[in-house]
């Protein structure tokens, strides 16, 4: 059984697992950031909070006595921003999946791991949060199941499946993929954000060039929901999000927890979203729950009622449990440290 518990203070997941950097023959150059820019998105309708993680509380979920994951806030890092919720996964007990949307990456299609959770999953599912970019933004590709969605493109920002259950991130071409393990999902997104333990935000008062690497706020808003994924040197995975955020901030708050590579994901609320399950957990806590979940960003929204999530710009009403229009990842536990509890497989990009 999985015991999720809300402490303050508690201590960060143990980190057993290693993962060495791969060994790429050749360097490929990282994306160029040029081209026409996107049209801005309008804000969404009226959308309304959930409850989430209050300041100053923590998450820990664990299996036996070992944990699984820990979740904490980050307080404010300046005048008019917000919180940052930060999980840690432990790497030997749980396991990333990608999940292709109803709409994202492409309309329709017969996929195993598809727009909702499967009852397999729902039995060991541990946690879930927003994917990347749509497909015509995100300047990479979209791999798995082995059918290629977008092609993958050389130094882009990957997140890379592996067929052992194991999950690195970098850039496509120079840190992954490893030599001699299977691939079965790709997700790229941008260019990193964390390259070698070092932000690569450039501070700028340039609005533009701020978008046309990181994002299209909506309406232009000075700050907005964020989110990203990064991956420390013993291979531990976190997960960064919050709402009225920069772009250094979330940097910042990955550094602090000894992340060595990360990319942005989706941007904009409601897009960015995540969430920790009652089940197969046993859940003791003083935050309130939503329906036996637990939302992790704060301020997270959902679309108000009568909202319709259809077209190319869909914002989800999803828990991940119903039906999405946009892409995202599952996490899994693990039976044991070297185990598989989902099925993978190989992917023709790897």
Wanted: aromatic share 4%; hydrophobic share 40%; charged share 10%.
């Amino acid at each position: 059984m999985v015991s999720l518990g809300l402490l303050a203070g508690c201590t960060s997941v143990a980190q057993h697992s290693h993962s060495a950097t791969p060994d790429v023959a050749s360097p490929v150059a990282k994306p160029t950031t040029g081209g026409e820019r996107p049209v801005r998105p309008k804000s969404p309708a009226a959308s309304v909070p959930v409850p989430t993680l209050a300041r100053g509380v923590s998450a820990l979920a664990t299996v036996g006595s070992v944990p699984v994951v820990t979740v904490h806030l980050i307080g404010p890092a300046g005048p008019g921003q917000g919180d940052i919720s930060v999980a840690v996964f432990n790497p030997a007990r749980t396991q990333l999946v990608l999940h292709a949307g109803s709409l994202q990456p492409l309309p329709g299609g017969s996929w195993s791991n598809g727009p909702q959770v499967s009852p397999q999953e729902r039995t060991v599912l541990l946690a879930a949060f927003n994917g990347g970019f749509k497909i015509a933004d995100a300047r990479g590709g979209w791999v798995s199941e082995g059918r290629t969605v977008a092609p993958l493109v050389p130094g882009a920002a990957s997140v890379v499946i592996y067929a052992d259950g194991g999950t690195d991130i970098g850039s496509w071409g120079v840190e992954v993929p490893a030599a001699h393990r299977q691939v079965v999902s790709v997700r790229q997104n941008l260019q990193l954000l964390i390259d070698g333990g070092v932000s690569q935000h450039v501070v700028t008062t340039s609005e533009s060039g701020l978008e046309q690497i990181w994002g299209i706020a909506y309406e232009g808003a000075p700050l907005i929901s964020r989110s990203a994924l990064g991956i420390t040197a013993s291979g531990a995975l976190v997960w960064a999000a919050g709402t009225d955020v920069t772009v250094g901030a979330l940097a910042d708050a990955l550094l602090a927890q000894g992340v060595q590579r990360a990319l942005e994901l989706d941007i904009n609320a409601p897009l960015v979203r995540g969430f920790l399950y009652a089940e197969p957990a046993t859940l003791t806590t003083s935050s309130p729950l939503d329906n036996g979940m637990l939302a992790l960003v704060a301020g997270q929204t959902q679309p108000a009622a009568g909202q319709s999530p259809t077209g190319a710009d869909a914002v989800p009403q999803c828990t991940y449990l119903t039906t999405c229009s946009r892409d995202f990842f599952t996490v899994l536990i693990r039976n044991s440290g070297d185990g598989r509890i989902h099925e993978m497989r190989p992917s023709s990009g790897s």
